[in-house]
């Protein structure tokens, strides 16, 4: 008997089928304007921009212009790049207009799809950003895109990292601008550490379409970016810990690899504490638990866990001298990403490699806190139905299924599952063999850079030809995933999530146009390029016949999406394909969250050895096991996000204090309110209300009105007059220090106590915010501590994080007062003897000067004989502070002075 859900789904439709129906309307209204718009003049095109925005500005809303906008730009992309939007492409920009979440098949056109919500945006003139997984991607969608958006009259940048100032503000000024998350986040970081308006890069979040979205707002928002500074060194106190690490044996610590901690037991504890006392890391008389032992023990269980649960290969890789982050999900490493609260350092000092100094944060934000600052928000992805709520909860993102415009002919194969790693691999490699024989392309799907080296050593014994593509190959990833869909390829590939490039069976036409040009830069490209179109049709034709892409996956990932992704490579735009996952009982995640009823199953079936069960029960108990983990990760996230969301309502408001800062000409109302406000509150605190003359602290508020105003006020005497109260003491002392200020303002003249005023706003502001956060930092880390004494972490959290908000507001005034209060004109006396200074600086710098030129040049860049700056033995001896003579532009010592 069918459910009530069933039925109603059978004679309604599902909710993704009705928005699929309410869609469709607009779409035929977009084709029956396909004529009209194919008879315009590429001038007419641009005209027709220039229309829409003038309509715009008269009221009509987007709703009404998007036929005929996506009309035009459809006609633009025809033009541009000859590709003409199938109807399937329409609809996903118009979901992403409408601020959902597309769900697109890979191979479906994602990029050409986003050109039109944003073309039909960026109308407003308010700037779009369109958001991608890494730069690569980020230059290469510009790139080919900005062809249809000058087609249509807009402008088109992208942002990269280390970009020029002025390039950058040219990029965020462009109608639709191209950038990765981080830099996005970083650059918003940046700008609200600008001291003034001219400097900032970004202007409002007005719109942003996410490519990749469930990797950028979901995989990656369980780290925030953070800015930051160095700390004090603490290089040896990790390589003594790292030393006493590898003496631990099983009995000293658990640990707990579902949620990767690690914990000492009591007999670890007593261990550490004879040895850190004999290596005199801990002083005698004082046991681990003592308050004075908490960094101790912070680098001890930071050092426990990077021997335990960080794996090289897997979770970084040594590179050079340093220790490169591998990204979980996209296989990519991520240069520049550090571990914090001392981990990277310790996993550095597990390594043997250069130990970089600790970071103290100057600024942070998570991902959901960033991206929800834009007043409308879409994203485009192969797979996101699986983490629908999360979408839904968070940023308040509708999921929508866009149908292929092709139906999808891939054969997805059940698991099969042996019994151990050895017996899995064994069965991949034969598989591997069968396909490569009949000449299908096979993608081998691997979680870990270990793994996919296994597997392409065993091919290589084998002598089948292949490519491996992880975080060591990340610089040729574009090449080997062209080459992947050709006939016989084999490729291993570390995690495909989020990569962006199709594979293309037979080839991919440009790739081969642009290696035939390397090779030969004088050759006719359109030549080239009809060879090349007609090398690939008659490999593709093979490719087919043998039955398309086969991807081959050998474990399951965490995520439901992950694996459908990897899926997901095989089958674009109805071609044959097909897709199997070969697991063991020794894979991560069977043997960590696997049910034991499965467990129970397998062994009760009395397995032999290389032998297989497949069969549905065995996905659906996997599935289960992955929606738990999903689940549990979703947890992890929301906790992360609801402890960020007291600080995020922080940063709003010192973020829009500052820029109201740096947007006001003259400050000198609110530094007088400030001044004010502390006047009032020394007062209180030394004059309290209703009490004697007898009970007030006047020798105090003497001291205190010296210490902080700067001023020798007669307070003593006010004091000691008939009738004073608190009320007529703090007007006294306004008078007398706005009279000082006002005297202040007149000597500097109006224009430089102005700018004064900005500068040590500005300064004092950064500068408790940054205290303020390291205070954040370490309350969030005893907070979760209160639950043992049944008191909820959060809303501990919140009360003492808004209670510390208020003290450092407090603290932000008095800082202000004091700094203003101590800013004199100079004499004439300190100015001679400045100007003496200066003086002697200059003749010292103009004898170095000689004496260098004596010994030859050290700039880049001046000419010298025989210096060349490809060859380090002609460059003298550079100063390690001088420009490196190489032209890179860096200090000696940060480039090939580097120690």
Request: negative net charge; glycine residues 8%; aromatic residues 6%.
């Amino acid at each position: 008997m069918l459910g009530f859900g069933t039925i109603a789904k059978k004679v309604f439709g599902t909710p993704n089928d009705r928005k699929i129906k309410a869609a469709r309307p607009l779409v035929e209204q977009i084709n029956a304007l396909e004529d009209e718009f194919k008879a315009l003049s590429d001038e007419g095109l641009i005209a027709k921009t220039a229309e829409f925005k003038e309509r715009l500005e008269k009221g009509e809303t987007l709703d009404a212009l998007l036929p005929e906008a996506f009309a035009n730009c459809r006609e633009g992309a025809r033009r541009a790049l000859g590709l003409r939007a199938f109807d399937t492409q329409l609809m996903g920009g118009i979901f992403l207009h409408q601020g959902n979440i597309a769900e697109m098949k890979t191979g479906e056109g994602k990029t050409l799809v986003a050109t039109f919500p944003a073309y039909l945006n960026a109308l407003t003139g308010k700037g779009v950003h369109i958001v991608t997984v890494n730069d690569y991607l980020a230059k290469r969608d510009a790139d080919w895109m900005s062809k249809v958006y000058a087609q249509l009259g807009l402008t088109t940048g992208v942002v990269y990292p280390q970009q020029p100032d002025g390039e950058k503000k040219g990029a965020y000024a462009a109608d639709i601008t191209y950038a990765t998350n981080n830099e996005l986040g970083f650059d918003y970081l940046r700008d609200n550490m600008k001291s003034s308006i001219e400097d900032m890069h970004q202007r409002k979040h007005h719109f942003a379409i996410v490519d990749e979205v469930d990797s950028i707002l979901i995989d990656e928002a369980r780290t925030p970016l953070i800015i930051s500074g160095p700390s004090q060194d603490k290089s040896e106190l990790y390589v003594a810990i790292n030393a006493v690490i590898p003496e631990l044996t099983d009995e000293h610590f658990t640990l707990d690899e579902k949620a990767r901690s690690a914990t000492f037991t009591d007999e670890g504890n007593d261990f550490l504490e004879d040895r850190l006392r004999a290596l005199g890391i801990l002083p005698e008389g004082q046991t681990l638990y003592d308050p004075e032992s908490t960094t101790i023990v912070h680098h001890v269980n930071q050092g426990l866990r990077a021997h335990k649960l960080f794996q090289k290969d897997k979770d970084y890789i040594v590179r050079g001298n340093d220790v490169v982050l591998i990204d979980e999900f996209t296989g990519r490493m991520m240069a520049g990403r550090r571990l914090s609260d001392g981990l990277h350092q310790a996993i550095e000092a597990k390594e043997g490699v250069a130990i970089q100094p600790e970071n103290v944060t100057l600024a942070s934000v998570t991902f959901q806190n960033y991206f929800r600052l834009y007043e409308k928000l879409s994203g485009m992805t192969g797979t996101a139905l699986t983490e629908a709520e999360e979408f839904d909860e968070i940023y308040k993102l509708g999921v929508v299924e866009v149908p292929t415009n092709r139906p999808i002919a891939r054969v997805d194969e059940h698991d099969a599952v042996y019994r151990t790693t050895e017996e899995k691999f064994a069965a991949i490699i034969e598989e591997v063999i069968k396909a490569n024989k009949k000449g299908q392309p096979v993608l081998v799907g691997t979680t870990s850079i270990e793994k996919s080296e296994v597997l392409a050593n065993i091919l290589t014994k084998e002598g089948i030809p292949h490519n491996v593509l992880n975080a060591r190959q990340h610089e040729q990833e574009a090449k080997i995933i062209a080459e992947a869909g050709r006939l016989g390829a084999v490729t291993i590939a570390t995690n495909m999530a989020g990569r962006g490039t199709d594979i293309q069976l037979g080839g991919n036409v440009e790739m081969k146009v642009q290696d035939a040009l390397d090779a030969n830069p004088d050759a006719d490209p359109e030549a080239l390029r009809a060879q090349a179109e007609a090398e690939v049709a008659d490999e593709k034709a093979k490719v087919l016949e043998a039955g398309g892409l086969y991807v081959l996956a050998t474990e399951r990932h965490e995520s439901r999406r992950i694996d459908n992704q990897l899926r997901g490579r095989s089958g674009r735009q109805g071609d044959p394909g097909r897709s199997s996952f070969f697991l063991s009982l020794e894979d991560d995640l069977m043997r960590i969250f696997g049910s034991e009823r499965l467990d129970k199953v397998l062994s009760g079936l009395g397995m032999k050895e290389g032998e297989a069960i497949i069969h549905p029960w065995v996905n659906k108990s996997l599935e289960r096991a992955q929606a738990k983990v999903e689940g549990r990760n979703f947890d992890i996230r929301k906790q992360l996000l609801k402890f960020d969301d007291v600080m995020n309502d922080q940063r709003k408001v010192i973020f829009g204090q500052r820029r109201e800062i740096m947007e006001t000409a003259d400050l000198s109302e609110v530094t007088q309110d400030m001044r004010h406000q502390v006047i009032e509150d020394l007062v209180t605190e030394h004059m309290p209300p209703r009490t004697y003359a007898d009970q007030w602290n006047l020798k105090g508020l003497y001291a205190k009105s010296i210490e902080v105003l700067n001023a020798d006020l007669p307070i003593l005497t006010w004091g000691e007059e008939e009738g004073v109260d608190n009320d007529i003491m703090r007007e006294r002392m306004e008078e007398a220090t706005d009279k000082q200020m006002a005297e202040k303002t007149e000597a500097f003249g109006p224009d430089t106590m102005r700018s004064i005023e900005k500068q040590i706003l500005l300064q004092t502001i950064d500068a408790k915010w940054r205290e303020h956060l390291l205070t954040l930092e370490h309350l969030r880390s005893v907070v979760g501590f209160r639950g043992y004494a049944q008191r909820d972490p959060l809303n501990e959290y919140k009360t003492e994080a808004f209670q510390l908000f208020e003290g450092m507001l407090d603290g932000l005034r008095a800082d202000v007062t004091q700094k203003l209060g101590q800013v004199r004109p100079m004499t004439e006396e300190e100015r001679q003897a400045m100007l003496a200074q200066m003086q002697q600086q200059q003749a010292a710098m103009a004898a170095a000067a000689e004496q260098a030129q004596a010994s030859g040049p050290s700039e880049p860049g001046e000419a010298r004989e025989g210096f060349d700056e490809n060859d380090p033995s002609t460059w003298g001896n550079p100063s390690r502070n001088d420009q490196c003579p190489c032209g890179s532009g860096k200090k000696f010592k940060h480039c090939h002075g580097a120690v």
